[in-house]
């Protein structure tokens, strides 16, 4: 087995997901069905997504364990292989390899109450976290689970009917919001991820929290979820670096003795703590 | 080999040659099908890198024409090039990264449509005279 | 000791305790020989680790750009003239430096000692004056330093700063040299063989950058090898990638390169990349009458066009 | 403890008959400098050498390196499906090489031989090869490979260690690969050669300088290190070029790069260096290690003490010497390891 070697996958979605068109959800279905079983993945692990002659990317999993005969992936529009990927269509072949890195901690979050808080397009692998927990053989397994999830305006939310069908559930309790809107029919909240978390103060007892999102909106909402009584080891974090093989091999993408792409790139607060602050 | 026809890459300045190429044109002017033009805002818009990057994809010629010194549209830009395409030609040449006759240059108004297609003709067969381009040309990398 | 490194030690002291500069950039002794390490003293004891010898080479122009502070450097000639350029290309405002100018003998050449010495383990070297020692496990030689120069010593005509705050030392004699004889037996040779010659020249390379990060008038935020889109040149060890980056590294120093011999001395594959730059310095030379860092008041010449200048690269 | 003792009149023909079996790379003279190559005759060998200006790792771990390849071609039904690059894998045979860069290669099957991931390329290569060293009698004023736990005599990572006796080579064989190449060489009893070679073995040990001690770097905390002001001197005088990254034996880091060739592309791996910002640039600009002393810093702390935290076996530095050699301005891993190790703990690690 070739880790480097992406399996084959075709395009067979692509959703603009966002306002600014800028975000795009591509669903790709393996082109050998084997390969689909070899590839057994868990919340929280990323792919790298291959594109032959333009290189590879690493982009968390979107789809849930859960759901089958697919695999999505989230794409924002920065650089060579993003802006390509965006050119392609449904019925391209490209390659997808992995899953790769750990994943959030599934057997801690286990009987615990979880706090999920996302911002802007870092939503994709929580998404598939939700997807994951709500799953009716999955969710006895979990206490209480709130989701702060804000974006900057009502067209830059992911996922949008997803989200207005989660809204309806009576087992996950969503705080969407956005930072400003002058939408009369927006019906969620308006504010920054860290006073929403704060107003909706979800309970630190027995809890874990999730958070993935921009570097601001981490940095001022650590401290209210420390107010809130989240010790630095049940706060968990999934982090971003540039990464070539996805397997801890290249050598780039360490913080001190950790590979992000192999030991990560799911960490406490604790763990980070400990590390150099170089990411 | 003798079906061979010499692929040239030739950048034109919007406001001078380029137009030279449209009344060429309008003027029924038959000149020879080897050129690929890419136009330019200017001939000081050249950069070296444009003209390495079109020899590694494999032309086999490459022609810049602008407008006549003195007749810029940004007043000065050719003045500046002409330094620029001194220096360029004689260190291509000198490096042995192309050899003489593949790398061409001219100033061309907008006017002068007669002389252009008469250009296109002398940079063909020169650049024919070449040969087809066979050693600045990326075809696969030589690695193991 | 050499005559210098009391000088430069005391005129640092003297400038730091002014508080003229936050720093000095000098050279500290080496761990090798024919090796000194730049070095930013911030105190009077530090400065007390400054030196100066034959090993003094690499051009600490290149230590300036985008500094903030006040800083006093030692420049010899070619030092001196990159300075030059960085004021004129805005790198380094003139009220921050200090100039210690050091009227330079030349610097010597690691590699044609080891040429002569047919690479036996040099373990230590020794400057009195004019005369080089040089020892290892059982040997031990002298020699004339001025046979062991680096090439661009050999042919340079600016030893002495053209730019200075305080001059350390008697100005040495200039010399005038034929300084393109092996660039003229090149341009004569016919397109083919010039070709192979290149080739043959730099396929060591290891892209390792070292000759571009070694020169001071590399400073672009962002290199041509770097970018991305398009990328213009691959990053592979293929003759074409080499070629091309070693061609666009020379041409961006067309006008700007002072021949200070860095580039060429930080190969550490022992490519005479300078055999790229000098053409390009002797067709300025020819074409614009134009020396680089020579002059503080003449943009650079690819910055600037006279109405006559001649147009060598028209057809017939 | 040598096994075999091989007459130096005999070896040209000893490596003839290898060469009939394995392909052969070994020290060829290169003008001023010494490269590994396979060779084509026994007589292009020049076991004389000190060692070679590169070190042998691009003969596992190329500089550039052809991983798959694809079509892109519009009428081809595989069009974008990246493939398995066709290479051989032949039995090759490594003469001469040092020990010190041996041991590199066994540093390295850290990162790329882990139990549950494998580099396939370089595990092939791995397995393709036998090496011969040849102990180092006459050490550089650069050597420090006794102070990482390596040595002249070193045999680790190594089939076959070869001594230089005079009159011939003292040849101790260490692998199952190594007797395999030495299985019908005729030689003489060792036994002799015993005394003279631990005799010449401890006399290259004595003539290498202490350098500094890694194991004192394992005991200090990783962001007491990590935090230390040291950095800002050390970082002063480097260029930010790669030549130590690219020069050092045990330096792995590669970036992966597609190239298209009109309608087919490769994808090719080539060496990076933490030493280039473009590193680890993200792709949204941000870059975790953007000014000069934070690379020069993962440099040396990567080698002296997160390998070493990670791995616990060691530095990830055989003391070859190459980089304090190479090094433009003069950068000396033996200082900043000697900084490092003084760096004081703030709790007992």
Redesign the interface.
């Known amino acids: 087995m070739n880790p480097f070697l992406p399996y084959p996958v075709r395009i067979d979605s692509v959703i603009t997901e966002t306002e600014d068109r800028n975000l795009k959800t591509f669903t790709l279905v393996f082109i050998n069905a084997e390969d689909e079983k070899k590839f057994v993945y868990v919340a929280g692990q990323f792919a790298m997504l291959s594109i032959a002659g333009l290189g590879e990317i690493p982009i968390g999993i979107a789809s849930s364990p859960t759901e089958k005969g697919f695999l999505k992936f989230t794409v924002n529009k920065v650089g060579k292989v993003t802006t390509g990927l965006h050119d392609m269509k449904a019925g391209e072949i490209m390659g997808v390899r992995g899953p790769m890195g750990n994943s959030y901690p599934w057997d801690l979050l286990e009987g615990r109450n979880v706090v999920i808080i996302g911002g802007g397009f870092a939503f994709t692998t929580l998404r598939s976290s939700i997807v994951y927990m709500i799953d009716p053989q999955n969710r006895p397994k979990f206490g209480r689970i709130d989701v702060v999830y804000g974006a900057r305006t009502p067209g830059m939310l992911l996922y949008k009917d997803e989200l207005a069908q989660w809204e309806k559930r009576s087992d996950i309790n969503m705080h969407i919001t956005v930072d400003d809107t002058n939408d009369p029919d927006w019906k969620y909240n308006v504010g920054f991820v860290p006073t929403v978390t704060r107003q909706k103060a979800p309970d630190a007892e027995n809890a874990y929290a999730i958070i993935c999102g921009p570097p601001i909106m981490i940095k001022f909402t650590l401290p209210v979820l420390s107010e809130l009584g989240f010790p630095p080891d049940r706060i968990v974090s999934s982090l971003e670096m540039c990464m070539k093989c996805g397997i801890g091999f290249c050598g780039r993408c360490n913080i001190g003795t950790q590979y992000v792409c192999r030991d990560g790139p799911v960490f406490t607060l604790a763990q980070l703590a400990g590390l150099p602050v170089e990411y | 080999m003798s079906d061979w026809e010499p692929k040239i890459i030739a950048f034109l300045c919007n406001w001078c040659s380029y137009g030279a190429a449209d009344l060429a044109g309008v003027s029924r002017l038959q000149y020879p099908p080897n050129i690929r033009v890419i136009r330019v805002p200017c001939s000081s818009r050249i950069n070296p890198k444009f003209i390495l990057a079109a020899f590694r994809h494999g032309v086999d010629g490459v022609w810049v024409s602008g407008c006549h010194p003195g007749d810029c549209h940004y007043l000065e830009g050719n003045l500046y090039a002409r330094r620029k395409f001194a220096l360029l030609k004689s260190q291509l040449e000198y490096t042995g990264i192309i050899e003489p006759g593949r790398l061409h240059f001219s100033w061309i108004s907008s006017a002068e449509g007669a002389r252009f297609a008469e250009k296109v003709g002398q940079v063909v067969e020169s650049v024919r005279a070449a040969g087809p381009a066979k050693h600045f040309v990326k075809k696969q990398a030589e690695v193991p | 000791m050499h005559s210098y490194t009391e000088r430069i030690r005391e005129a640092a002291k003297r400038v730091l305790l002014e508080k003229r500069v936050d720093g000095v950039i000098g050279f500290r002794k080496g761990t090798v020989p024919f090796m000194n390490e730049p070095f930013l003293a911030l105190s009077p004891q530090q400065a007390d680790l400054l030196v100066w010898d034959g090993n003094c080479a690499m051009n600490l122009a290149n230590y300036l750009p985008k500094r903030t502070d006040r800083v006093a450097v030692t420049a010899k000639g070619c030092d001196s003239r990159s300075i030059v350029i960085h004021l004129l290309e805005n790198q380094i405002r003139r009220e921050q430096l200090y100039v210690l100018g050091i009227p330079c003998q030349g610097m010597t050449d690691k590699r044609k000692l080891a040429d002569r010495l047919n690479g036996k383990g040099i373990l230590g070297v020794e400057e009195r004056g004019d005369e080089l020692r040089v020892y290892g496990r059982g040997f031990e030689y002298s020699f004339e330093r001025g046979e062991f120069l680096q090439e661009n010593c050999a042919v340079c005509e600016h030893k002495n700063p053209v730019l200075y705050d305080e001059l350390l030392g008697e100005p040495v004699a200039e010399q005038q040299v034929d300084r393109y004889e092996e660039i003229r037996k090149i341009e004569s040779m016919p397109p083919d063989r010039k070709r192979l010659f290149f080739e043959d020249l730099v396929r060591p390379c290891i892209r390792c950058y070292a000759c571009r990060n070694a020169c001071p008038a590399c400073f672009c935020p962002t290199c041509f090898v770097d970018e991305k889109k398009p990328q213009w040149v691959g990053k592979t060890i293929d003759p074409t990638d080499t070629r091309t980056f070693h061609f666009l590294r020379a041409f961006h120093m067309a006008g700007r390169c002072t021949d200070c011999g860095s580039c060429e001395r930080a190969c550490p594959v022992g490519i005479r990349v300078r055999l790229f730059t000098r053409k390009l310095e002797k067709e300025i030379k020819e074409l614009y009458g134009y020396e680089a860092g020579v002059i503080l008041d003449e943009r650079p010449p690819l910055e600037a066009f006279r109405p006559e200048d001649p147009e060598p690269f028209l057809d017939g | 403890m040598p096994d075999i003792c091989i007459a130096k009149e005999n070896f040209p023909e000893l490596i003839e008959r290898l060469m009939g079996r394995y392909r052969v790379y070994a020290p060829v003279e ?1 003008g ?2 010494y490269e590994f190559a396979q060779i084509g005759k026994a007589a292009e060998a020049d076991l004389s050498f ?1 060692n070679t ?2 070190s042998p790792k691009g003969l596992f771990h ?7 390849e ?1 079509s ?1 071609a519009r009428d081809d039904p595989d ?4 493939k ?1 690059a066709q ?1 051989e894998f032949a039995p090759r045979l490594i003469l001469g090489i040092r020990p010190c860069d041996a041991r590199a290669f066994d540093l390295d099957d850290a ?2 031989d ?1 139990e549950t ?4 390329w370089w595990i092939r290569r791995r397995d393709a090869t036998t090496m011969i060293g040849l102990a180092c009698d ?1 050490p ?3 050597c420090f490979c006794t102070s990482m736990g390596s040595g002249p005599y070193d045999t680790a990572g190594l089939d076959v260690l070869l001594a230089d006796i005079g009159e011939g080579y003292a040849a101790e064989v260490l692998s199952e690969k190594g007797k395999a190449a030495l299985e019908d060489v005729c030689g003489s009893s060792a036994a002799g050669a015993c005394l003279q070679v631990a005799e010449k073995k401890g006399a290259a040990e004595q003539s290498i300088a202490a350098a500094f001690d890694p194991v004192a770097i394992s005991k200090i905390g ?2 007491d290190l ?1 935090n230390s002001p040291m950095w800002e001197e050390v970082q ?2 480097c ?5 130590c ?3 050092c034996p045990t330096c ?10 009109a309608d087919r ?4 791996r ?5 030493m ?9 600009g941000h870059n ?2 953007s000014i000069k002393t ?1 690379r020069v810093r ?1 440099r040396f ?2 080698k002296l003490k ?1 390998y070493q ?2 791995y616990n076996r060691g530095p990830a530095c055989v003391g070859c010497g190459r980089c ?9 891993i ?2 900043v390891g000697l900084k490092m190790a003084s760096t004081v703990s703030s709790c007992s690690a």
């Open positions: 290169r001023r400098y000190s200006l590169l190329p500089q550039a390196e052809r991983m798959f694809y892109l069009a974008g499906i990246v398995e290479k990162n790329f882990t991931l494998k580099d396939p006459s550089c004023s650069t990783m962001l990590y002063f005088a260029i930010n070029c790669g030549a990254t690219f020069l792995w880091c590669f970036d992966i790069q597609d190239e298209v060739y592309g490769d994808r090719l080539l060496w990076d260096s933490c280039f910002p473009l590193f680890t640039l993200h792709g949204s975790p290690r934070q993962q702390m990567h997160y935290d990670r304090v050699q190479a090094c433009p301005v003069n950068i000396d033996r200082q």
